[in-house]
């Protein structure tokens, strides 16, 4: 017989076991009888009842074969072997009596002897297989558990807080999960329990963890990171060896995330305890920043607030933070209906005591907004609208530089005339160095704001301040390689990148949209006025090993089960992208995370003048004008087939 068709049991070990339990048969049927003429009776030698031994053995081994007794793995013994042992013997006396009976009409037995034997032999059975299981495991923790257990076992990673509340609330009836071990990164954590569950390891000790608890019969199908300690490297690893395992991996909700009911169960979102999968952001490893949330509040609290683009992915994400600080009223401005009508939906059910406006419009059409302006009169702005897809806005470049650079203008003369407070526009660091239609007139913006905050600073002419804000990709956005990434690998493949060391910045919107109430609620400098706030974006990405990783999630092979393919880079796409211009003379701020970048002085009237040129470019429909127009307005702005007028200084 070939070794992959050889016998489970061997026969050997087998037969080990058959000898043992027929040798206890016997034993313990004679200590009963022994027993029983001992306390009451005259006493007799033992095998006086001889043909008794031999019957009850026979009875005892025909009985034990058909239950399955003997091809049971001592080393698995748990409460269920116990109940089968019971069940066995108890079958077993049952049947020797009339068996017995036939053979010697029960002459010379002691029918009370039945009453010793019973629990004699389950004990004589059940305590080597027991005591087998001691000397393996060092405990009998798992005799106890229920082996016919329907919930998933699961390991955690992290011996905290997080992992203490999920091991409690899955002692509750009908949890889906139970929790056979952890691992923790504290070597001073392992081998202590939380409320009976052992630390077997660290993390490193991983795969050794995970085969232990398969030789106990406990292997756990999934590893759930239990703690938010891990760096993006540790949750990396985490990943690929996971997936080296055969185990799904997931992660708990933060702590933060969680809330008390009003049964004083915790509960997530209202749901009870649940699991989300590991996100692509869990990979960044991005430092929580400290926020100074009552200045945010103080900013938005009982003012009105009006933004552009609500519905995209940076201008919604602005709508629900500001929301929740409680404006006195908030305008939601879109040319999108259907994006408009989803956020302003949303509103209405997360905040339906909020006044609110949404108001159809295009911030290319001055008239429009000037009309909206003067009916909402909003005292803070935030402008969002923009399109940012390279490759469409390079086809499109007419469509980039309306809503761009000149969408831009009209908004922030909205704002002068209509005395707004404070107007924060959101900026992309591909407005450094820019290669793309999207960058070049994102740079424009960028240059208007900053002249007409220096004007209007220098000669007191607006009550507006105006704020920039620049940051790089956000996971997940619109356009973005994310969800990308997650449709190219749900179709089954392949992924699509365009080089394949090209790199790329990231935050979640969340984060970004949280840093820019930040910035925007900093004190107000006069002498740094014009300055641009950039985002702390930490180290880029790789986006080969974004998609590795994304494969990774999923719970596939890279290069295996779904394949990765170069396409080459797309009009006006760069390999790197950077957060500052090597001109910006960089200057901290009080909040970590959040830099300013010193402005780069252009005078606003002659910008106000080569915007007018850039405009009339783009209503006569003149590509080639309108790319000569933003290389003078950009200098910096290079594509292949035109170098920069001015290269950036090193």
Known sequence: MSERHAPRFPAARIGLVVAHDL??????????????????????????LW????????????????????????????????????????????????????????????????????????????????????????????????????????????????AELFIREMTRPRSPYRVVGLVDDRARRIGRNIRGVRVWGSIDDLPSVVEGLAKRGRRPQRLIVASDRFSAAEVKALVETAQGLGMTLARLPKLTDFRDDQAGRVALHGRGMSLRAVAVEDLLGRPQQTLDRDAMRKLVHGRRVLVTGSGGTIGSEIVRQVAAFGPAKLVLFDSNEYALYLIDLELGESHADLPRAAILGDVRDPARLD??????????????????????????????????ALGTRNVARACVNHRVDRMVMISTDKAVNPSSIMGATKRVAESYAQALSLDTAAASRSETRFVTVRFGNVLGSTGSVVPLFQRQIAAGGPITVTHPDITRFFMTVKEAVELVLQASALPEDPAAAGTIFVLDMGEAVRIQDL????????????????????????????????????????????????????????????????LDKLAAAAGRGDGAEIRRQLQLLVPEYATPDHPPLRAAPE
């Open 23 to 48: 040798l206890m048969a016997a034993a313990a049927f004679e200590i009963a009888v022994w027993a029983r003429y001992y306390t009451y009776g005259a006493p007799q030698d033992l095998f006086f």
């Open 51 to 162: 043909e008794g031994t031999i019957v009850f053995t026979a009875v005892s081994a025909l009985i034990f074969a058909w239950s399955g007794l003997f091809r049971g793995i001592w080393h698995y013994a748990s409460m269920t072997d116990l109940f089968a042992i019971t069940r066995a013997v108890t079958i077993a006396v049952l049947v020797f009596v009339p068996v017995m009976f036939t053979v010697s009409r029960l002459e010379a037995f002691p029918r009370s002897a039945l009453i010793f034997v019973w629990p004699l032999l389950i004990v004589m059975l059940g305590g080597p297989r027991l005591l087998y299981r001691l000397f393996k495991d060092g405990n009998l923790n798992a005799v106890f558990e229920r082996t016919s257990d329907p919930r998933v076992p699961v390991l955690l990673a992290g011996a905290g807080d997080a």
């Open 371 to 404: 009309s909206v302006f003067a009916a909402e009169r909003p005292e803070l702005v935030f402008h969002a609208a923009a399109l940012k897809h390279v490759p469409l806005a390079e086809a499109n470049p007419i469509e980039a530089v309306q809503t761009n």
């Open 547 to 610: 998609a590795r990783q994304m494969i990774r999630l999923a719970g596939l092979r890279p290069d295996h089960d779904i394949q990765i393919v170069y396409t080459g880079l797309r009009p006006g796409e760069k390999l790197y992208e950077e957060v500052f211009h090597a001109g910006e003379t960089l200057v901290p701020t009080p909040q970590p995370g959040i830099q300013r970048a010193a402005p780069r002085v252009a005078d606003l009237a002659v910008l106000d003048r080569a």
